[in-house]
Structure formats: structure tokens, C-alpha cells
């Protein structure tokens, strides 16, 4: 279970007030029945309905407050009204009412509340998903009406200015923070890294770390992480003997076309030309034409 005892269903005083009255703790408003809720906090039934919602999805192992409110945007107060979908389609849906297309990992929730909605029991976190929806997505695709955009460029996620911070000693804590998820790309270049993983190492949401992040960097996190890895292959196409395959690998990148078309746009050279002007073998071969 996850631990919402924090006020992450966005309860006001008085509802917590009427809550702790009446022996309900937050953690457990989807114990009880959304009749009961609304009777209890006097409230509207698609209030209850929300509170509920926002308390089952939240009990779920990996599932945050942003997640819920995509379900409830969507039409789902409760895992029950989940059972049976499918994930993927979900995920189609949310991208088309979006607009843009939407983080992979949110996928893997999608899976993960429609396994749980299947099997109550189960003791699974999103993560466990990637494997099938990365083998799903590779033999089927995204339908053809997916949304070009991302999800980062959305007007929403557009804020330019980060919040100035009255004290120096908190502008140093938030910089070291940035720094830490700068270190998790470092040491995962090869690896697929999810918005809410560099968020988790920086000890901050995924939407206040987007927004720190593009301040800090003037880039976006993946943008950066693109330069990084770049920066690798660079290194590799320089100092080692490598197939070029092989260096895209080890660097991260999807495929050949995506890699030559990142480096091209990067250093307005291929990496072929750039191995061939600046590698191991043509240092050589300028040294021994020196001799």
C-alpha cells in the first residue's frame, strides 16, 4: 500500500475535520462507500465519488495523486469500473483527449491498475509492466491518430521562471537536488530513464522538477540526457574502435536512423565523418604521415 496519510487526496480542513470525527482515516476513504463518504462529509455525490477514487488508486503500490486524477479525467472512480480494459487502449485514450503523446511509464500504470482491478491481491508496481508494454509496443506500435506532440510541450508545463528563492542555502539545496538526477543519467546512459525516476532521485514531483530542471538547464530533462549521451558516443567514436552499432547501445539511442539524425543535428557532422576526422585510427594515421 502506498502512503497517502499526507494530504494527497486534496482534502480541505473541513473534510479532514469530518473525516477524524467520524473515525475514517484518509488512508482508508475507499474502505467505505461513497454513500457513506457523502453522508458523512456533507458533500456532493461526484465529491464522494472523487475522494474515493483518488483514495483506491492511491492505494496501490507506485501510484501518485497526478495518475488518480488522469483516471478520474477519464471517467473512472473506482478499479472496478477498470476491469477488463486494456492498458494500451487506455493509454490511446489518454494521449487523444491529452493532446500529446504521454510518458511511457504512465502506460505501465495503466497496466498495472487494470491488473489490480483483475487480481485485488497482487503485490505489483508499475515497473513490472515495462517489459510487457515495451513488447507490446514493438510489435503493434501507436495508432496512427496518436498525437505528435509531448507531453513536456504542453501549455501547462510551459513555465519559464523558476520561483525565486529568498535564501541562498535554499537555491544551493534545489541545485544540488537537479544535480543528483544529472548523476542518475550519467550512470544509466544505456538505459531507458523515465521522467518519474529522475524526478524520485532529485526528492521532487515530476511536475516541480520539469519545471526546476528547464530552468536550471535551459533544457528540458531529456533533452539533456540526449546531450549526454551524445557527448558518450562522441567519446567512444573518438577513442575506441567500436561498430557504430554497437556505440549506439552503449549510449542509449533506439536505432541508427534516430542516433545519425540526434549527431547530425548536434554537431552538423555523421558520426562516420566524425570518426573518420577525428578518431583513433586518423590521429594514427596524421602521426605516422608525420614521421
Excluded at 524520485?200 to 530533462?221: D, I, M, N, V
Aim: proline share 4%; glycine share 4%; net charge positive.
Amino acid at each position: 500500500m502506498s502512503d497517502i496519510t499526507r494530504n494527497h487526496l486534496d482534502i480541505t480542513a473541513g473534510e479532514r475535520k469530518k473525516l477524524r470525527a467520524a473515525n475514517i482515516r484518509i488512508r482508508e476513504i475507499h474502505r467505505h462507500t461513497v454513500k457513506e463518504l457523502q453522508s458523512v462529509l456533507q458533500v456532493s455525490k461526484i465529491r464522494a465519488m472523487e475522494l474515493f477514487a483518488l483514495s483506491e488508486f492511491q492505494s496501490l503500490p507506485s501510484i501518485g495523486i497526478r495518475f488518480a486524477y488522469d483516471l478520474i479525467s477519464m471517467g473512472y472512480y473506482s478499479l472496478k469500473q477498470l476491469k477488463g480494459k486494456d492498458g494500451a487502449k487506455l493509454t490511446d485514450q489518454l494521449e487523444i483527449q491529452t493532446g500529446a503523446w504521454i510518458d511511457p511509464c504512465v502506460e505501465d500504470q495503466f497496466r498495472l491498475v487494470v491488473h489490480y482491478a483483475q487480481h485485488p491481491e497482487s503485490h505489483k508496481n508499475w515497473w513490472d509492466f515495462t517489459t510487457e508494454r515495451k513488447a507490446f509496443r514493438g510489435k503493434n506500435g501507436y495508432p496512427a491518430s496518436r498525437p505528435k506532440k509531448p507531453w513536456f510541450e504542453l501549455p501547462q508545463y510551459q513555465l519559464h521562471h523558476l520561483p525565486a528563492a529568498k535564501k541562498e542555502e535554499t537555491k544551493k539545496d534545489l541545485h544540488d537536488r537537479l544535480k543528483k538526477a544529472v548523476s542518475l543519467m550519467k550512470k544509466n546512459l544505456s538505459k531507458t530513464l523515465t521522467l518519474k525516476e529522475l524526478a524520485e532521485a532529485s526528492h521532487l514531483s515530476s511536475y516541480h522538477f520539469l519545471r526546476c530542471f528547464r530552468s536550471a538547464y535551459s533544457k528540458t530533462p531529456f533533452q539533456y540526457l540526449t546531450h549526454l549521451r551524445l557527448k558518450l558516443a562522441c567519446k567512444l567514436l573518438r577513442e575506441t574502435g567500436l561498430p557504430v552499432n554497437t556505440i549506439i547501445s552503449k549510449c542509449g539511442f533506439e536505432n541508427d536512423s534516430s542516433f545519425i539524425r540526434l549527431f547530425k543535428k548536434e554537431f552538423r557532422i555523421t558520426p562516420v565523418s566524425y570518426r573518420n576526422e577525428f578518431g583513433l585510427y586518423a590521429r594514427k594515421r596524421g602521426e605516422q604521415a608525420g614521421e
